[in-house]
C-alpha cells in the first residue's frame, strides 16, 4: 500500500493567489481529515470527512478555506486568496470505520509570501 | 471538552538512559489513547495506542505507554534511548463516547533529543 499521498510536498506562492492542496486517502478508508501544523498552534484539525461527506468543519479557520472530497480516492483543500499567515505544513490523514489510528501523509508545506 | 497536555517542550536524555515524555489528559469518559512520532520532514506515525485492557501498552521501536486513569496520564516510556529516537512525539486522545469517531486532539508535541 502507498500510504496516505499527498501533493505537492512543497508550495511556495505569493500572497493573495489560489492554493490547491490534494490528499489520495489509503484505498478502503472511509474516514479522512485534514489538519495544520505550526509552531504557535500545534496539529489544529480543519475538517473531516466520512464516506466522502463533511461532518465537521469547525475547525477551518475562515471562508478563505474550502475542502471538498468528490470521491473516496481524492480530497482537495483550496485557500483563495492565500495569505502570509497560511504558512505552515497541511497534514492530510485516513483511517477505516472500526479502527482508531490515523494514517498520515507526508504533508504540504506551504509558504506565502 | 477534550485535551491533552504534554507539560515539556523538550525532553534531553543521553543513549542508553530510559526516557520518559509525559501526557496527562482530560475527557468527559473514558478515553482512547495514542502516541504518534514525527520525525523531521515526515508525517505522523503511529506508536501505540490504549483502547482497553492492559494499562501498559507496548508499541512500536520498543516504546511503551502506562495508562493511569487516577492521574489521567499516559506517559510514553522506553528502556534505552538510541539516538535514532531523537524526534516530535504526539500525545492524543479521542473520548470514548464521542459522538464520531474522527477527531483525535493531538497534543502540543515533545521534542525527545537523544545525545550519544
Known amino acids: 500500500d502507498a500510504g496516505v499521498i499527498q501533493s505537492p510536498r512543497h508550495e511556495v506562492t505569493e500572497m493573495g493567489q489560489e492554493v490547491t492542496l490534494r490528499c489520495k486517502p489509503i484505498?478502503?478508508?472511509?474516514?479522512l481529515f485534514w489538519y495544520r501544523q505550526t509552531m504557535m498552534r500545534g496539529l489544529e484539525l480543519l475538517i473531516y470527512?466520512?464516506?466522502?461527506?463533511?461532518?465537521?468543519d469547525s475547525g477551518m479557520p475562515e471562508d478563505r478555506f474550502s475542502a471538498k472530497m468528490p470521491n473516496a480516492s481524492f480530497s482537495t483543500l483550496k485557500i483563495q486568496p492565500s495569505e502570509p499567515r497560511d504558512s505552515a505544513v497541511y497534514f492530510c490523514?485516513?483511517?477505516?470505520?472500526?479502527?482508531?489510528?490515523?494514517?498520515f501523509g507526508s504533508g504540504t508545506r506551504l509558504t506565502v509570501v | 471538552a477534550q485535551s491533552v497536555a504534554q507539560p515539556e517542550d523538550q525532553v534531553n536524555v543521553a543513549e542508553g538512559n530510559p526516557l520518559t515524555v509525559k501526557c496527562t489528559y482530560s475527557?468527559?469518559?473514558?478515553?482512547?489513547l495514542f502516541w504518534y512520532v514525527q520525525y523531521p520532514n515526515r508525517g505522523l506515525q503511529f506508536l501505540l495506542k490504549?483502547?482497553?485492557?492492559?494499562?501498559l501498552v507496548k508499541g512500536s521501536y520498543g516504546f511503551e505507554a502506562e495508562f493511569n486513569k487516577s492521574q489521567t496520564s499516559f506517559h510514553l516510556k522506553k528502556p534505552s534511548a538510541l539516538v535514532s529516537d531523537s524526534a516530535l512525539y504526539f500525545c492524543a486522545v479521542r473520548d470514548r463516547y464521542g459522538g464520531s469517531q474522527g477527531n483525535l486532539i493531538f497534543g502540543k508535541g515533545t521534542k525527545l533529543s537523544v545525545k550519544p
Open positions: 475527557v468527559s469518559g473514558n478515553p482512547y
Open positions: 484505498s478502503g478508508h472511509d474516514y
Open positions: 490523514a485516513s483511517n477505516p470505520t472500526g479502527t482508531y489510528g490515523y494514517t
Open positions: 470527512f466520512n464516506n466522502n461527506v463533511p461532518i465537521d
Open positions: 490504549y483502547i482497553t485492557g492492559d494499562n
